[in-house]
């Protein structure tokens, strides 16, 4: 088998004994980056990089010294999170000056954790620009393809992070999460994707698009590996206040736990009109075996779900324009300045070359919602609205200890198919929407692809389990179950 | 409340996006049927109902009051378009005459 088809645990404790050098690993990474490289998947290869920083970890092993819980692991970063040895540019035109990415002067917290665990960063992995979008197609840099037929999205935001683990480019990646970037490109591609409670990651030196949905979750592609990696990058830190300072949990182990006696809620909310039959057979068999299991199976209702869409279009856009507000051609990125203009022009003509056309169309709603006359209407009723679909869930999770649902409607789409079609595309995210907003965490785990058929070949699903806030355990306790019995 | 071109060019001011010409009509189009689409919300009975402006921070914690470092002088300039004299430099927004 080759070194990236280990999972994460068995790849690190390799390389901490010594039977893996995490130089070889990162070569076969590299290797494995160049050979798929018409999927778009990456926008920075960190060649020298990655093999400095392996070969420092081989020395240090050789010396004696213990390494930590990644040790020589290949991981693939978002293009949405800061790190100094790297160009990040969120897949940007603003953020790139002269074909040149920007290079941020400090390290996200995440990316500070994973290299203290040792693990090896590979690249910075392609995105719908500003992470706005469900397809990975708003990049300024081309679409990213789905492995499993490149002429399909492999969904989004974070379309490059779940398109390296799926490939088999990285052993994981990291992610970001606002309204399901990281669990519905995990659904889409086949691998594991989770969105971990509102707090539980820092989300300093995360690229802001929408402060109170954002966060920093793992790709594995197995529920193991996502649970090495959320343990390493989770727990409070002092420069982000709004991380939390609940003890981290002990995911790995909480994958071994039966789930005989677990409470799955199952809300016929997420079974609505829309839903693929096939993506709907393959979750309900995926219960059926659950309960087979000795898991208890629990009508619950989340009657507000079907507001997820115009409460998060609302509150997201709204924190977008304010939050994009700073890429005014001064500090950083680039600058349009056409002769004679003055500062105002200089900002109108800068954001208007720098954006793609959906972030305009996000900071032109979230402004419009904001402003005076109509912030009641849509701002505030929004955040009501939030209130409602959070308090749904509190009840939801009175009885049951999970909810599990589907992740996405649809299998993976064809490129270009929503894409002139904006709110066709914000449908995509029905079903992950709503746990964002309640602040909940939630993981994607894959079951039975879709039967191939004449219109379309064999495409991953991805089931998705939520639970309440800090209870992440439960997810990976009930997500391995899923694997097992896969 | 059907969202106008002249709310488009109104919010696009705002937001200080100069939006090219043919740009318009298509953004026009997109933010009309987003907004009515959004507007399902006036169909939720919100009365009594607080605002959720942040779901897990009840309240902003304060960090002890002692200096630490910051960005230096230089790190703070390495990226910028343009500088002079240690500063960002811009283009002239004081009429002067």
Request: proline letters at 7%; one cysteine or more.
């Amino acid at each position: 088998m080759s070194v990236l088809g280990l999972s994460i645990p068995e790849l690190a404790d390799a390389v901490a004994s010594g039977h893996i050098g995490a130089e070889e690993a990162a070569r076969a990474s590299l290797r494995a980056i160049g050979e798929r490289a018409e999927l778009n998947a990456f926008l920075h290869v960190a060649e020298q990089a990655a093999l400095a920083s392996a070969r420092a970890i081989d020395r240090r092993r050789a010396a004696g010294e213990k390494l930590g819980a990644l040790a020589g692991v290949p991981i693939a970063i978002k293009d949405a999170l800061c790190t100094v040895d790297a160009p990040t540019t969120c897949a940007s035109k603003i953020l790139t000056r002269n074909g040149i990415g920007w290079r941020p002067p400090y390290d996200a917290t995440v990316i500070e954790r994973l290299r203290a665990a040792d693990a090896v960063l590979v690249g910075k992995t392609n995105m719908d620009e500003f992470a706005m979008g469900s397809s990975s197609e708003n990049s300024a840099f081309g679409p990213v393809r789905n492995p499993h037929d490149p002429s399909r999205s492999p969904g989004g935001s974070s379309g490059g992070s779940a398109v390296a683990v799926a490939a088999g480019m990285a052993s994981g990646a990291l992610g970001s999460d606002t309204g399901g970037s990281i669990r519905q490109p995990a659904a889409l591609t086949g691998v594991v994707g989770l969105k971990p409670t509102y707090g539980r990651v820092s989300r300093y030196g995360l690229v802001a698009f929408a402060s109170s949905l954002d966060q920093v979750g793992p790709f594995a592609r197995d529920v193991r590996g996502a649970a090495r990696l959320l343990a390493v990058i989770a727990g409070h830190d002092a420069r982000d206040s709004t991380s939390s300072t609940e003890p981290v949990g002990d995911y790995e182990a909480a994958c071994e736990r039966p789930i005989a006696e677990m409470r799955i809620g199952v809300a016929e909310e997420y079974f609505a009109p829309g839903l693929d039959p096939d993506v709907e057979a393959s979750v309900r068999a995926m219960l059926a075996r659950l309960e087979a299991e000795g898991a208890r199976l629990v009508p619950v209702t989340l009657p507000h779900t079907r507001y997820g869409i115009a409460t998060y279009y609302v509150i997201a856009t709204a924190e977008a324009s304010a939050n994009l507000a700073r890429y005014d051609g001064v500090r950083f990125g680039e600058r349009v300045e056409p002769p004679g203009a003055d500062l105002d022009e200089m900002y109108g003509a800068t954001r208007d070359a720098g954006f793609g056309r959906e972030v305009k169309r996000r900071i032109l709603l979230g402004t419009y919602v904001l402003s005076a006359g109509y912030y009641d209407a849509y701002y505030k009723k929004a955040q009501q609205v939030r209130t409602l679909i959070a308090r749904d869930f509190s009840a939801a999770f009175a009885n049951v200890d999970v909810i599990a649902a589907p992740t996405s409607p649809t299998p993976a789409f064809e490129l270009g198919a929503r894409l002139e079609d904006p709110l066709a595309m914000y449908l995509s995210d029905v079903c992950t929407l709503p746990a964002s907003l309640a602040g909940i965490c939630a993981i994607s785990v894959p079951v039975a692809p879709t039967p191939a058929r004449a219109d379309r070949p064999a495409l991953p699903v991805g089931l998705q389990l939520m639970a309440p806030p800090f209870a992440e355990e439960r997810l990976f306790t009930v997500a391995a179950a899923c694997e097992r019995l896969a | 409340m059907a969202i106008t071109r002249t709310d488009v060019l109104h919010v696009a001011r705002l937001a200080r996006l100069e939006l090219a010409p043919d740009e318009l009509p298509k953004l026009e189009a997109d933010l009309r049927r987003i907004v009515e689409y959004v507007s399902e919300l006036a169909q939720v009975d919100t009365e009594g109902i607080p605002p959720t402006a942040h779901v897990t921070v009840a309240h902003a914690p304060l960090r002890a009051d002692v200096p630490r470092p910051g960005l230096s002088h230089e790190a703070a300039l390495a990226e910028a378009p343009r500088c002079s004299d240690g500063a960002f430099a811009v283009p002239t927004f004081v009429d002067e005459s």
